[in-house]
């Protein structure tokens, strides 16, 4: 038994080698490596891929041999998903990391390079990137330069295209954890000496917010914890990417309110495909959830906030508001709205959208 298992690490230990030197082995290469008979190389192989150790990567094509790889010294990606927002000329680009320190890495370095972004900030795992279309020549290389940037962002029919240049550990990643990543179609890269260029294509999706507000009653509910219900359902819909939920705190001295009078908003990535049956499922969803009948909704797409949207959420901060004004300012500005009355503090949480938490949270804070 010790000699087989012996074998076994042997073996496993040359095809994760042949694995990371160029990405996939043959049994052929481990025969000879090893000098066993060809037909005992293939039963390790067999062998290894029911434990789950190895996987068949490319089946055997004409002359072409079968391409296999230890699964162990496949690089795993650090990246979760990596999708983009479009409106006009604007683009988000959003990536959703498993660390926040190398979300914090990414937005620095972007920032500094500049380029093609506009904008970076980063909540917890998630970086959110702002940028318009076109290009912008950037240096990137060892300290005291950023080791990565956007450098271009442009629009090819349906994808998004980011031209990205970077070294190190950034071009590692770009180069074997990127194109993993969920909303990725895919990546193309070449190396210049010692720095890499690459495109990064994603979808061209819609951005959407969703205001809500008025689900609760004195006797139990909470309109924060039905909006996360909410985004939890849509990321189970087809052709939708959940971005955020945030809670927003209005006028306190509103007296029809059952604690401290705050509303919510969550943020969604949308195939434009999957955008026109979205405000009736939204509805059925608050509709059959809300424990109070006067439930809102307000939704609106886009990026960018106009002004008079921004100003008519700061006044719900500081002022009672009717029904029909909110109705009005909805007209105005492209949000649908459904519901009861709700919906005034749901178009308020709308237009308060893109504010950091501690605005948001706080009512007498002053929009600038």
Excluded at 48 to 54: A, D
Excluded at 314 to 343: C, D, K, W, Y
Aim: net charge positive.
């Amino acid at each position: 038994m010790s000699s087989v298992l012996e074998h076994r690490r042997m073996y496993l230990r040359l095809m994760r080698q042949f694995t990371l030197d160029k990405g996939f082995f043959t049994v052929t290469e481990i025969q000879k490596s090893t000098g066993i008979p060809r037909s005992t190389a293939q039963d390790w192989v067999n062998r290894l891929m029911k434990e789950g150790c190895v996987i068949l990567r490319e089946e055997k094509r004409g002359r072409s041999a079968a391409r296999y790889a230890a699964i162990s010294a496949m690089p795993s990606s650090t990246c979760r998903r990596i999708f983009t927002t479009v409106d006009g000329d604007r683009v988000a680009i959003y990536h959703d990391c498993m660390s926040g320190a190398l979300t914090a890495f990414c937005g620095h370095h972007h920032c500094r390079a500049g380029g093609a972004l506009t904008g970076v900030w980063r909540d917890g795992t998630l970086l959110r990137e702002d940028a318009r279309l076109g290009q912008k020549a950037i240096r990137v290389g060892l300290s005291p330069l950023p080791a990565v940037g956007v450098c271009g962002v442009g629009q090819e029919g349906d994808e998004i295209v980011q031209h990205i240049r970077c070294v190190g550990g950034p071009a590692y990643s770009l180069t074997d954890m990127m194109s993993r990543a969920e909303g990725v179609v895919r990546v193309e890269s070449r190396h210049r000496g010692n720095i890499v260029e690459g495109k990064v294509r994603t979808r061209a999706l819609k951005q959407v917010t969703i205001g809500i507000d008025d689900t609760d009653t004195k006797d139990g509910g909470a309109t924060f914890a039905l909006a996360l219900a909410l985004l939890n359902h849509l990321d189970r819909l087809p052709g939708i990417i959940p971005i955020s939920h945030h809670v927003v705190m209005l006028n306190p001295a509103v007296f029809a309110k059952t604690a401290g009078n705050s509303a919510s908003f969550i943020e969604i990535a949308v195939e434009p495909a999957a955008f026109t049956d979205l405000p009736d499922k939204v509805v059925r969803f608050i509709a059959d959830e809300s424990l109070s009948h006067e439930w809102g909704i307000a939704i609106r797409s886009g990026l960018g906030m106009p002004k008079g949207l921004r100003e008519y959420g700061q006044m719900a901060r500081s002022q009672i508001i009717t029904r029909p004004v909110a109705e009005a300012e909805a007209e105005r500005f492209g949000v649908s709205l459904a519901g009861g009355n709700g919906v005034i503090g749901a178009l308020a949480a709308v237009a308060l959208a893109g504010l950091p938490h501690e605005v948001l949270l706080d009512p007498s804070k002053k929009i600038g």
